[in-house]
């Protein structure tokens, strides 16, 4: 059983988006109010009326920051040198009131805005204003920088904002607005920044909208527009920067785009509907430092012409419908430094030029069909920090020269077609942190040298032809937290220096060749999470003070050759949500204790040799979705508080030696979709109202003791698809109903004449 963790391997691609828009704002912002600046704060007289407007809205917040304690009427005259106040130095009165990252809780509606028309500057960047925005903000005619980003507003963009006719710098970033954007905003034509990105703004008539001569700076990022591509924007021609990812936006890109705005250094479509090709006049955007077309349906060939962007650091093409090659001229990229090119249907080798890209820190080209060898020259990425070209059709061996990749942290390389040994000298990455070597066709052992790797955190090589026996010195791996080894062929037992990694949460050795019992070293491991034997030839008893994996949510043990009884401490793992011991040879009953198990959702004890009374108390672990107690030695009836189980879809008892009928409880069961009692001493007439199985696909009732007719309701199962009546004592014919049941596969034969 492997159930891998999915990693986000877009991490550190979206870090690098957001630190570098982080830096554009902080440029952009800090030029306009580095422009407005330079008056002296230590005035002492000031405009008392504005004073006492600012008292009456810090009185107003949920919560009064120490910051703003000079904000007091026993300090009205010195308001100059009130925190984050700005006085002009020819009225006195207040010029600038920036509020940024104090933490302030409340809203606006007790701003008297109407007392501050002079001032040039608000800004309340990042606190927890709610609320809306009040429309008298529009009495702020003098005002050059708005910034009410990072924030909790709701409500609409009043569109009393067009009156802020000197505005230059306007961020509504981040907060809940919905309704469209007013077109007459637009028409603010000297505002060079224009953030207006994560929030719930729709759709508008974008031809309203009027060109925007000085804008710069346009983030339209993360919110619920679904039209085509605005013509507007393609006027704003000296744009350096425009995100318009993460929305809905359809149709395809422009070619007007890329010859309309030739000074955009960054470029973010992603994660959208685009359609059709990378227009041809991308080659035009020579300053372009950003481009991200990722995770739309844009097609067709990658165009050569890209290599002509020579400023370009980030290329991100990710989860569209890409053919051909990777063209050779990507090696004229020179100062390219992510580049990401996965899920799409790119073929053929990776081109050589590739290899000297020297600047290159991430390259993402995985689920691809690209097909050939990782050549020695990778060796020439010297900044390389992940590198992952899994899921393709690459062959040959792993090149000794990765080894020189010092800085790398993740290496990437499971689902291709690898063979050969696993070089030791992968010892030498010192910075390594994540290592996925799985579906391949690597053979040997797992060299010596993997214990260097002192900050690995993640270790997979499951699913190749790996051999010998688990390294002892891999206990030395103290940051390891997931190691995948199953589907190979280790032999030997679990060395007990296993336990010697505390950090340890994933644990996958199953279908190898183990032997041995699991060491009680084993139970040091507090963080573990999942724990994966199955299918070994491990022996002895379980572990009785497994309880001390007090973190274990999944446990699989199945098919090995464990004896003993199932530890009665296993009932005090609280978390565990799957437990699977099927397939071994434990004897004695299901222990009480494990009804405190309360997050239980699969249980399998089937093929042991389980014997007693079936718990009645099982019947409180009112998550079980899977239950699979098949082919023991129990004996008594099916306790009829089994229809407390809710949640049931698979119910499995059959190859046992149960007595009595099948309780009429069982009909509480509306999820179940399989049940089976084959193979028992049941005896009575099958329940009257069985239809009330409403989601049953497979009913498995054969070789038992059941008499009486076949029930006429069960053709309301819509759902059957298979019935197993037969080795009964049924007497009748198969009632007309039956025929509804259009979806059965198979009804078999029962030892009545007739009945079929």
């Known amino acids: ?52 407007a600012l008292i009456r809205w810090k009185n107003s917040l949920v919560l009064k920051p120490s910051s703003l304690n000079s904000w007091s009427s026993n300090n009205i005259n010195n308001l100059c040198n009130w925190t984050s106040v700005v006085c002009d130095g020819s009225t006195r009165e207040i010029s600038q009131i920036n509020l940024s990252n104090l933490y302030l809780n409340g809203s606006l509606d007790q701003f008297n805005f109407s007392l501050f028309h002079n001032i040039t500057v608000f800004n309340l960047n990042n606190n927890n204003i709610a609320g809306f925005i009040p429309p008298s903000i ?112 359809n149709g395809s890109i422009p070619k007007s785009l890329f010859s309309n705005l030739p000074l955009l250094k960054t470029l973010d479509l992603s994660k959208n509907h685009l359609t059709g090709p990378i227009p041809t006049s991308l080659c035009n955007l020579k300053n372009l430092i950003f481009f991200s077309v990722n995770t739309n349906q844009l097609s067709g060939k990658l165009p050569i012409n890209i290599s002509s962007l020579s400023n370009l650091e980030k290329l991100s093409l990710f989860a569209n419908n890409f053919t051909s090659s990777i063209p050779s001229e990507i090696g004229n990229l020179k100062k390219l430094k992510i580049l990401v090119l996965s899920r799409n249907h790119l073929k053929g080798p990776i081109p050589t030029s590739l290899w000297t890209l020297k600047n290159l820190i991430l390259v993402q080209l995985f689920q691809n069909n690209l097909v050939g060898t990782i050549p020695p020259e990778i060796e020439n990425l010297e900044l390389l920090i992940t590198f992952d070209v899994s899921t393709n059709q690459l062959l040959g061996e792993l090149p000794v020269n990765i080894s020189r990749l010092s800085n790398l942290e993740k290496l990437y390389v499971n689902v291709n077609n690898f063979t050969g040994s696993i070089p030791s000298e992968i010892g030498n990455l010192k910075k390594l942190q994540i290592l996925e070597l799985s579906e391949n066709h690597l053979t040997g052992p797992i060299p010596n040298s993997l214990l260097n790797l002192k900050d690995l955190t993640y270790f997979a090589v499951d699913t190749n032809q790996l051999s010998g026996v688990l390294p002892v010195n891999m206990s030395k791996l103290n940051n390891l937290e997931e190691l995948y080894v199953n589907i190979n062929n280790f032999t030997g037992s679990i060395p007990s220096e296993s336990g010697n990694l505390k950090k340890l949460k994933i644990l996958e050795l199953s279908e190898n060749h183990l032997t041995g019992p699991i060491p009680n ?38 098919a ?19 437990l699977e011991l099927s397939e071994n040879h434990l004897t004695g009953p299901i222990p009480n204790s494990l009804l405190n198990v309360k997050d239980l959702t699969y249980f399998a004890v089937d093929t042991n040799q389980l014997s007693g009374v079936f718990p009645v108390n099982m019947s409180k672990l009112s998550s079980l979705e899977e239950l699979y107690v098949n082919i023991n030695n129990f004996t008594g009836s099916i306790p009829s508080e089994i229809g407390n189980w809710k949640k049931l879809k698979i119910l499995e008892l059959s190859e046992n030696h149960l007595t009595g009928p099948i309780p009429n409880a069982l009909l509480n069961l509306k999820d179940l979709t399989y049940f089976a009692v084959d193979t028992n001493q049941l005896s009575g007439e099958l329940p009257v109202n069985i239809s009330r199985l409403s989601n049953l696909e497979e009913l498995y009732v054969y070789a038992n003791n059941f008499t009486g007719s076949i029930p006429s309701k069960i053709g309301n199962l819509k759902k059957l698809k298979v019935l197993d009546v037969s080795i009964n004592q049924l007497s009748g014919e198969l009632p007309k109903t039956y025929h509804t049941t259009t979806s059965l596969e198979s009804c078999l034969k029962n030892c009545v004449e007739g009945l079929i």
């Open 1 to 52: 059983m492997c159930v891998k963790q999915v990693f986000s391997r877009n991490s550190i691609e979206d870090s690098w988006r957001f630190l570098w828009k982080l830096l554009v704002q902080a440029v952009v912002a800090e030029g306009v109010q580095l422009g407005l600046e330079g008056v002296d704060p230590k005035i002492t007289s000031s405009s008392k009326p504005q004073a006492e």
């Open 138 to 249: 529009g009495n702020l005619t003098k005002l050059t920088l708005l910034d009410l980003s990072d924030n909790h507003i709701e409500g609409e963009i009043p569109v009393e904002m067009s009156q802020l006719s000197e505005l230059q710098y306007l961020s509504l970033f981040n907060n809940s607005l919905k309704g469209t954007i007013p077109y007459q905003l637009s028409n603010l034509k000297k505002v060079r920044h224009l953030s207006l990105g994560a929030n719930s703004l729709e759709t508008f008539e974008w031809s309203k909208f009027s060109s925007m001569p000085l804008l710069t700076y346009l983030d339209l990022s993360l919110n619920n527009f679904n039209s085509l591509f605005p013509d507007f924007i393609l006027k704003c021609r000296n744009l350096t920067f425009l995100d318009m990812s993460q929305n809905n936006w």
């Open 521 to 558: 070293a084993l139970l040091n491991l507090k963080d573990l999470t999942y724990f994966a034997v199955d299918t070994n030839q491990l022996s002895g008893e379980l572990p009785v003070n497994i309880s001390k994996l007090s973190s274990l949510e999944k446990l699989y043990v199945y």
């Open 560 to 578: 090995n050759n464990f004896t003993g009884s199932i530890p009665s401490k296993i009932g005090n793992l609280k978390k565990l949500q799957i």
